[in-house]
């Protein structure tokens, strides 16, 4: 790992750890075993490594959608993109997204510095919401849209597969078997899936 994506790497760590506001621009550089003016080589600031933690969330995000076959934009930019996901890519991607978010080292550090700093701050707040709240709910509504009778059903399916993946992740980060969470979690959502799979074969 070269020494800009160390200082990301760290930083995050330590956002995750006292919150961003607490954490300076030395702290971060003595992380990474490096003086603050070699920093500054590879970063502007603070803000800058942030929106660069953002812009790297931005791009694993739109991996984890592509790898599960799943539409990278909204349904309003690109609507035909999700006419054609089936439970199975609602499947993988939904186990994905859980492991994404506990046990990738730097989106579960994202995820636990937007859970410290979100009800303090306001820009923390709209990340939390646009990465782990009513973002993630939406997405799957639009990807349910194509198998529900309608919107209001859409949405009942999104809070059913994911309100549970929202609480394990807190589970998981208190438990000591993090192993036996995420292994509770991928039990749930196959059974959802398999659920609505055994529902679509009898409306056949």
Known sequence: MNTKDRILNEALRLFAAKGYGAVSVEQIADAVGIKAPSLYKHYKGKRDIFNSIVKR???MDAEEAQEADMPEETAEANPESYEDVDLESIRIF????????TEEEFSANF???????HF????MARLYQQYLGSGPLDYM????????QDRAEAYDL???VYGPMHLLYSVYDGAEDKKSVVKS???YIDSFIDKLQAAEKIKE
């Open 185 to 187: 979690c991928c039990s």
């Open 111 to 117: 995820r636990r510095m937007l859970t410290l700093e």
């Open 94 to 101: 939904s186990k994905s997204m859980f492991s994404h978010w």
């Open 120 to 123: 303090a701050d306001p820009e």
């Open 57 to 59: 969330m931005e791009e």
């Open 141 to 148: 509504a639009d990807v349910f849209c194509a198998l529900a």
């Open 158 to 160: 999104a809070r059913e």
